[in-house]
């Protein structure tokens, strides 16, 4: 009996090592995956050569920098003020509509910044509703008057915003309502205004997370594509999708990546500090929550007002906007062509997010089974891609596999006389692969948000039941974690819809997306046929956002 129950044990101890050793290559692999992109696109800039980069300085680098930290200072300055505004109004005040509006607030978070930019050009450029009914009211003629030109640095920043804020206003909100009232009223008792409590007491012990709310917001900024590219505003993220298609300049392609990856990631280090040394902690033993202000008479209405501005223009005008849009359009969204796209979005947007969480419950389950410095390292390493723009991940995988499939083109031909031609540049599966690396630390951040709520002695339960780690995942983790796997199923599936980037350079020949046919039509001026792509992934990104407005509903 003891010799059954020793060989089971020795048995379960080998499972055991088994299960961890596969877990820890997995993960490795993941972490790898993450990090390939960057050291291409590092190689490929520095083996460029010399004279690539000398022509970059002498010609674009200067405005690209310029333009992308301009564009940065304005997203980063009016997500801040936006955000913090409402999310302090609707947490700390009590004004008409409120309770609808500290959800709405949520909902440009389904606008992708360049569908909210084919909308306001349709609306707001010469020949659109808005100047052509001012020129019939006044009879003027174009040059008669002046009007904002959306189709500029101004018109791209005021997009970025518009999508941007929720993710400050979402992270200040939580701030604020975890707050204890005793600091705020001790202020307010040594004789400051509300306001002058709010700047010097509220808005410091938030510092933490509406700092990491403007920093996710600067790097949503310096990857977005298709709203600077197609209001023709010259920044990093363009000038690598001219260099690489338009001008064939495969060497100054990367450089400019390496250029964009390093500042990326010298936001990802700073969020990443400011975020892990920050602290506050309440005087009092109790946490007694704020009780909201009531706002009456003209301070009510200019509260329904600042909250009610972002909600119709980042979302109820360009809904509108697209709805009539759509209608006059010639599209038809059950035509052959339009199913194509539509399946080509689904097909490439499912296997990426069930690509991903599969990566993410490798990477998360693994820092779990063997927590150190080993498994925090790859959990770091497979954070870094949502830092890096979808044109720089998509450079950094073309060059090395390009670079393989010629070689093995090369090979295969002078041995056996046999072309293979590109067996992985340009095939469905290295851009599944992109979009692993682009979206693993939000599939990451879900599972680990659910993972969390699972005690340890779980684990340690089922260890004393002879499960390996697999079996304590697959029998355990995954069905408690099913709610958790789910919305970053979801999460990433919406993202992938809206990509852009990554999928202009590595698509297949012939292969678009319902992103690509909507850029495609508004390049082209195609507005009214741009909207009916567009408002399909606006809808789709409802998805996410109704989840996170039940989240908010709950929250007090």
């Not at 039941?465 to 995954?478: A, D, E, K, V, W």
């Not at 998805?543 to 007090?556: A, D, M």
Request: proline fraction near 4%; charged fraction near 10%; charge should be positive.
């Amino acid at each position: 009996m003891s010799e059954t129950r020793l060989y089971a044990s020795h048995g379960s101890r080998r499972a055991r090592a088994h299960g961890s050793r596969l877990l820890g290559l997995l993960a490795w692999a993941v972490a790898c995956a993450c990090l390939l992109p960057m050291v291409a696109v590092a190689l490929a800039a520095v083996t460029g050569g010399t004279d690539t980069v000398s022509h970059l300085i002498e010609t674009v680098l200067g405005r690209y920098a310029l333009t992308t930290l301009a564009l940065i200072a304005m997203v980063a300055t009016g997500t801040f003020v936006v955000g913090t505004g409402s999310a302090w109004l609707v947490s700390m005040t009590r004004f008409p509509g409120v309770r609808l509006l500290e959800i709405a607030l949520v909902l440009p978070l389904a606008m992708p910044a360049y569908v909210l930019a084919y909308a306001y050009t349709y609306l707001l450029d010469h020949p659109g509703i808005v100047q052509s009914t001012l020129r019939d009211m006044t009879g003027w003629g174009p040059r008669d008057y002046w009007f904002p030109e959306i189709r500029s640095l101004g018109g791209a920043a005021a997009m970025l915003i518009l999508v941007l804020y929720p993710y400050v206003y979402l992270l200040a909100r939580a701030a604020f309502l975890q707050q204890s009232s005793a600091a705020f009223l001790a202020a307010r008792t040594l004789g400051q205004s509300g306001w002058s409590a709010f700047w010097r007491v509220s808005l410091p012990m938030a510092r933490p997370a509406i700092a990491g709310g403007v920093l996710l917001t600067v790097m949503e900024t310096i990857a977005d594509y298709g709203t600077v590219a197609y209001f023709s505003v010259q920044t990093f993220a363009t000038g690598i999708y001219t260099s690489w298609f338009s001008l064939g300049d495969r060497a100054g392609a990367a450089q400019l990546a390496l250029c964009l990856l390093l500042f990326a990631l010298v936001l990802a280090v700073t969020e990443r500090l400011q975020r892990g040394k920050a602290r506050y902690h309440h005087a009092g033993r109790a946490h007694i929550s704020m009780p909201p202000e009531p706002l009456h008479g003209w301070r009510a209405w200019l509260a329904l007002t600042a909250c009610a501005l972002p909600v119709l223009f980042g979302f109820l005008v360009p809904a509108i906007a697209l709805l009539t849009m759509g209608f006059g359009s010639e599209q038809n969204l059950l035509s052959t062509r339009y199913l194509r796209f539509l399946g080509n979005s689904l097909t490439l947007a499912s296997t990426a997010a069930a690509v991903t969480v599969a990566a993410a419950v490798a990477v998360g389950f693994f820092q779990r089974l063997r927590p150190g410095r080993g498994s925090a390292a790859a959990g770091y390493l497979a954070r870094l891609g949502y830092a890096v723009p979808g044109g720089v991940i998509a450079v950094g995988l073309m060059v090395p596999f390009a670079a393989f499939d010629n070689a093995l083109d090369a090979w295969m031909q002078a041995t056996f006389g046999i072309r293979t031609g590109l067996l992985i540049t340009g095939s469905i599966w290295l851009l599944v692969a992109a979009y692993m690396v682009r979206f693993l630390a939000a599939a990451l951040g879900a599972y680990e948000g659910g993972q969390s709520t699972i005690h340890a002695n779980m684990d340690a339960a089922a260890r004393s039941l002879g499960q390996s780690p697999i079996g304590t995942l697959r029998r355990i983790h995954l069905p408690i974690l099913t709610p958790s796997l789910l919305t970053a199923l979801l999460i990433v599936f919406v993202d992938v819809m809206k990509e852009l980037p990554a999928t202009l350079i590595m698509r297949p020949f012939n292969y678009d997306t319902l992103a690509v046919q909507a850029y495609r039509l508004a390049s082209d001026e195609r507005l009214e046929g741009a909207a009916v792509p567009s408002l399909v992934i606006a809808a789709v990104g409802l998805l996410p956002v109704i989840l996170i407005c039940r989240q908010v509903g709950r929250r007090r």
